[in-house]
């Protein structure tokens, strides 16, 4: 699904992921930012001074978090209400300190573990810039790479994805990449000239983003979707290649994982193969033998596993 526009809505009141009801009161037609909700705008294109008021759920990474808070009062008129808040341990305790370093003067409570930072825009801001450049999308040398913080594993390849590229064979046919980050799993099932076309799927809108500049390659489709949700118009693909996720918002949730085990059986022909790699201790064994007919232990080495599972 493509990025609304921020141009095709006349509304100057915006929100940034989902912050909890009982805690920010977000008006019903406030039009959604967050890259990891498909379909939403793109805070980098909001007008700067155009909006009345955003209502923010502050991401949990430092650079992250200051990016989103510069864009914020970058969009934001002067006078305009910015409300910025963030479960205490996942960098709600720094936000009021880093709204002070841009020039403001945040009101700060605390409310069901959270901090809450409420202020209105002043007429000067400092240093928001060097936070927008630091957060916004860059090429990495140690993976020689497009990428941008907050993207899963933004800043290094990480072990589960390096077990299965590692035990990953020549693959051909019609595939798809599910949660397909970077594009590093596609790059290495693209190698091989027998793959015919490669479908990368990722719920992050910058994940896909960069996955444009980095993958590079005719035969890749890019969607930006949501896995779980389901409706991906895909069938009878020969294989699929994933590394699941399994937090969500902070939390363990290993129901993403089996989703995505479901996703990929409904979306392989008969014998088609999946490759999945994922934490030892993640328990994909059981929807792995119910969705599929075959389903074999490849490599498990430093924490992680690796499955080869046939429709």
């Not at 990449?177 to 992050?204: H, N, P, W, Y």
Request: some cysteine; glycine content about 10%; hydrophobic content about 45%.
């Amino acid at each position: 699904m493509p990025a609304m526009s921020f141009s095709d809505a006349s509304l100057s009141e915006a929100v940034y992921g989902q912050p909890p009801l009982e805690l920010a009161e977000v008006p019903d037609d406030a039009v959604q930012l967050s890259p990891l909700i498909p379909g939403s705008a793109r805070l980098e294109d909001v007008a700067p001074a155009s909006l009345e008021r955003l209502d923010i759920l502050a991401p949990a990474g430092t650079i992250e978090r200051r990016y989103v808070l510069a864009l914020a009062l970058r969009a934001l008129r002067p006078g305009g209400r910015l409300t910025a808040l963030a479960p205490k341990d996942r960098g709600g305790a720094r936000i009021a300190k880093e709204l002070a370093a841009f020039g403001c003067v945040p009101t700060e409570s605390a409310r069901r573990h959270h901090r809450i930072s409420v202020l209105d825009r002043p007429e000067t801001l400092t240093n928001l810039e060097e936070a927008i450049g630091e957060g916004g999308p860059r090429h990495i040398d140690n993976l020689a790479l497009c990428t941008q913080a907050g993207i899963f594993s933004y800043d290094r390849l990480d072990p589960g994805s390096a077990l299965l590229l590692a035990n990953l064979p020549p693959l051909s046919g019609r595939g798809a990449d599910f949660g397909s980050g970077l594009g590093i799993l596609a790059r290495a099932v693209l190698a091989s000239q027998k793959v015919t076309e490669l479908t990368l799927i990722d719920i992050d809108r910058r994940a896909v983003e960069m996955a444009a500049r980095n993958v590079g390659d005719p035969r890749a489709i890019l969607r930006w979707a949501d896995i779980r949700a389901g409706g991906l118009g895909l069938a009878r693909l020969d294989f699929v290649v994933m590394n699941p996720p399994f937090h969500d918002g902070g939390s363990e949730d290993q129901a993403l994982g089996q989703s995505f085990i479901t996703r990929a059986a409904e979306a392989l022909r008969p014998g088609g193969i999946l490759w999945l790699t994922a934490n030892t201790h993640l328990p994909y064994e059981a929807p792995l033998n119910a969705a599929f007919k075959a389903v074999a232990l490849k490599a498990s080495a430093g924490g992680y596993k690796v499955y080869e599972a046939r429709r």
